[in-house]
Each structure stands twice: as C-alpha cells, then as structure tokens.
C-alpha cells in the first residue's frame, strides 16, 4: 500500500507499479452506479447510461487538448501546460464563459484510450504536465486514462483544475495519482453559491474548505524546480466578483489561518458579465478597478508571499 501524501514527482507511476493504480480505477468506477462523485451524490446509474445534473454519462467528452500557455507561470512555463478541456460541470455558474461547454456540452465524445493518447502526446509535444480542466464528473475516466497512458510511458505531473466542489471520498482516491491541485474558491456565502452556481441547499462553503484542505494534506503547499515549473502542490485561484458577492476577504483570511502565509493564490480580477449573467442586477458589470485593488491591499495585509494578481484593467 502506498502511503497518502508520501510521493514525489509524477507519484502515479508508483502508484502504476504497486498495482494499486488499477484498484483506485475500479474503486471510482463503482461509484457511478449510484453517482456519487461530487457533493451532489444524485444518484442516477451512469454505468446504464443514466445522466445527472452535470449530464454526464459513461464516456469522457473532449472540447480540445492542447498546449496552453496562459495558465499561471509555474503551471504554462515555457513549453505549456497539456490542458484537455472536458465538457459539462458539476457546477451551473450563471456567469460562465464557457458556458457552451460546460453547460451545453459542445464537445466531443471519446474513448478512454483517446485520452490517453491526448495525454502521451501532449507530453511528446513537450508540455510541462496534464491539465484535466474541469475534470470532477469524469474522474473515473481520468484514472482509467492515466493507467493505460502510464503504461506507454506518460510521466509528467498531472494537474486537477477544478472548481473546488469536490467530494472527499473522490479526492481520497485520486491521493498519490494527482500532483497538483488547482482548485477554486469561489465563494464564502452558500447562498451566493446557491443563487449563482446552482448549488443544492447541501453547500459549497464547508464541500469547498474540506476538499481544499484534502488537497494540501495530500500534496502540501505548491513546489516549484530550479526553472521555476511546479512539480507539486496546491495553487488557489479566486475571482474576484462585483458587489463583495464571492466574499473574497474572508476567504483569504480563511487561506491565511488555516494554510499559512506561504499557499500560491492565483487573484483574478477578469470577471466579465456572461452567459445568464448579463441578465443579472449584481453581476451585469465588471469588478472595478478600486474594488479590485482593495482586495488585493487586503491580501498584501496579510502578509502573503506567494502568488500572482492581474491588472484590475
């Protein structure tokens, strides 16, 4: 058995050698007989093709894989992060810009096996790691690509973009084969959730701080080699929204006690009004540019060292 947080590098080809990366693939796979991936837990039996709310089924669906250099430095380099893109979300996001596919999955159904060559070749093309974005509803598959790819020779990092609203009982299993976690923080208020994420009455706030600290028990705080491309961690990204809607001040207070001044936050100020939202009083604007650099004062207040802000133009 391997033990939980005690792998370096791309810590899946241990995991691949044991024989245990095989064990944690059937283990997610059994749990889409009753769906219980993310928080939702809806239930439905995927395996017979049943579909939940994230209205995915049995087979990963693609928009595109690719080198992607606009990702945080550490993460792009100079050669790119491999970045496949999957469809649909466990999150409904009134103000997403990707709407079109994480909502009404424009994509492209594949095999498993396909995604694995995705991942072999993006590694050939010299990217710096496997960015799954999006990756929650399809972490079975996920698991099952990184097995057949490990064995033809995929060993570079593999990064978790998610939105944060994770199951414990998922990210457990998906301990030793993830290197980086790059999740959101999206909110401190589960009624801001609820009205402009659509998430059930269950609550994004407690799911999101306890996948988060999952993440770092399992990988600690992000790692970096002398070229400055991470190896390993946990990076967390917050959008700032209009209005004080997400909270952000309290979330970073949060990172601050419980994570320590030295965690990587990614401080986003390019929320613009899309999809739903321009139909929305408190989100048909952008964050301005004083509302902005106030969070940022705030965050440099508390003394973190760590990260990357944007122009709050």
């Not at 990184?146 to 998610?162: E, F, M, Q, R, S």
């Not at 028990?217 to 809607?245: C, E, N």
């Not at 990614?266 to 902005?292: I, N, T, W």
Request: charged share 20%.
């Amino acid at each position: 058995m391997v033990k939980a947080g005690q792998m370096k590098g791309a810590s899946y080809k241990t995991l691949y050698e044991s024989g245990e990366l095989f064990e944690r693939v059937t283990k997610l796979y059994s749990m889409l007989k009753e769906c219980s991936l993310c928080p939702r837990e809806c239930g439905v039996n995927r395996q017979a093709g049943e579909l939940g709310v994230c209205k995915s089924g049995m087979r990963p669906v693609v928009a595109s894989h690719n080198a992607h250099k606009g990702e945080e430095p550490p993460i792009s380099g100079t050669k790119g992060s491999g970045t496949i893109f999957l469809a649909h979300c466990t999150l409904k996001c009134i103000f997403c810009h990707n709407y079109p596919i994480s909502q009404l999955g424009n994509s492209t159904m594949v095999t498993v096996t396909a995604m694995a060559d995705m991942m072999l070749n993006l590694q050939k093309r010299g990217c710096h790691n496997i960015n799954f974005v999006t990756p929650t509803h399809y972490a079975p598959q996920i698991a099952h690509a990184v097995l057949i790819a490990a064995k033809n020779g995929l060993d570079i990092p593999l990064v978790y973009n998610t939105s944060g609203y994770e199951s414990l009982r998922t990210l457990r299993l998906l301990d030793g084969i993830i290197d980086i976690y790059l999740p959101d923080m999206k909110y401190d208020d589960d009624e801001a959730a609820i009205k402009y994420s659509g998430v059930p009455r269950s609550g994004y706030k407690d799911a999101n701080r306890q996948a988060v600290t999952e993440m770092i028990r399992q990988v600690g705080q992000l790692s970096v080699d002398d070229a400055g491309i991470a190896k390993r961690g946990v990076l967390i990204r917050h959008l700032v929204l209009p209005g004080k809607i997400a909270g952000s001040q309290r979330i970073l207070k949060f990172i601050s006690d419980n994570f320590g001044k030295g965690t990587y936050i990614s401080l986003m100020s390019q929320y613009f009004p899309a999809h739903k939202a321009v139909d929305d009083p408190a989100l048909c604007k952008r964050v301005g540019h004083r509302e902005y650099k106030r969070i940022v004062k705030y965050m440099e207040g508390l003394g973190f060292g760590c990260g990357w802000t944007q122009s709050a133009d």
